[in-house]
Nanobody
């Protein structure tokens, strides 16, 4: 059973920065499959914010965060990181890290293993 533990959420003013980290351990985990950060606002659909796909060959971002967020994976430490800059109030959400067990490319439905979530709140 793969376990994911997130940290780094919090409250920040618009224009500020936060770094989310996700430690991945346990079970059988392949770097070939998707690793991503997703977020959810109450009453809205889960949204894939950033993902590393196809064994690290491709990185995708949601249009709303392009140029502001950066996803990275440290394979030695098995840590997935989301650097968030120029934060906006609309980035406020519960953020989850997630990994897939068998998919090279993922939508929100394809992730099998999830962290507990970390809250990010951006005030104007």
């Amino acid at each position: 059973q793969v376990q994911l533990v997130e940290s780094g959420g919090g409250s920040v003013q618009a224009g500020g920065s936060l770094t989310l980290s996700c430690s991945i351990f346990g079970g059988t985990f392949s770097n070939d499959y998707c690793k991503g950060w997703l977020r959810q606002v109450p009453g809205e659909e889960l949204e894939e914010v950033a993902a590393i796909e196809n064994g690290g060959e491709e990185i995708d971002y949601h249009d709303s965060v392009k140029g502001r967020f950066t996803i990275s994976h440290d394979s030695a430490k098995n840590t997935l990181t989301l650097q968030m800059n120029s934060l906006k109030p609309e980035d406020t959400a519960l953020y989850y890290c997630a990994v897939a067990s068998s998919d090279y490319y993922c939508t929100s439905d394809d992730y099998d293993n999830w962290g507990q979530g970390t809250q990010v709140t951006v005030s104007s």
